[in-house]
């Protein structure tokens, strides 16, 4: 079992800039790859980064490309997520997702593991 321990939400100015870690609670010596979702009221959970376990590769969705980071890799065992010119759109509960696969690396397929979420909160 991987618990995933998430920190660095808060409540952000449009336009501004937040870091998200996540990290597992103990050393897991696995070579996981990792990810960050999203939930915003009313909305589905949606994927938002992901890094391989090397870090080598990453992956991100549309609506974020050019504004969030994410970096980190094994045997450390963390994902940060730096987001930067926040948009109120990016008003969520960030989850931190671990343990899932890359399939033919094109994409990050969602892992068992998941975090209790963070809240990030953009205003004006």
């Known amino acids: 079992q991987v618990e995933l321990v998430e920190s660095g939400g808060g409540l952000v100015q449009v336009g501004g800039s937040l870091r998200l870690t996540c990290k597992t609670s103990?050393?897991?010596?696995?070579?996981?790859?990792m990810a960050w979702y999203r939930q915003a009221p009313g909305k589905e959970r949606e994927f938002v980064a992901a890094?391989?376990?090397?870090?080598?590769?990453?992956f991100y969705a549309d609506s974020v490309k050019g504004r969030f980071t994410v970096a980190g890799s094994a045997p450390e065992d963390t994902i940060d997520l730096q987001m930067n010119d926040l948009k109120f759109e990016d008003t969520a509960v960030y989850y931190c997702?671990?343990?899932?696969?890359?399939?033919?690396?094109?994409?990050?397929?969602?892992?068992?593991?998941w975090g209790q979420g963070t809240q990030v909160t953009v205003s004006s």
């Open positions: 890094r391989s376990w090397s870090g080598g590769l990453q």
């Open positions: 997702n671990a343990g899932g696969t890359l399939p033919g690396r094109k994409y990050y397929s969602t892992g068992n593991y």
């Open positions: 103990e050393p897991t010596y696995s070579l996981l790859n």
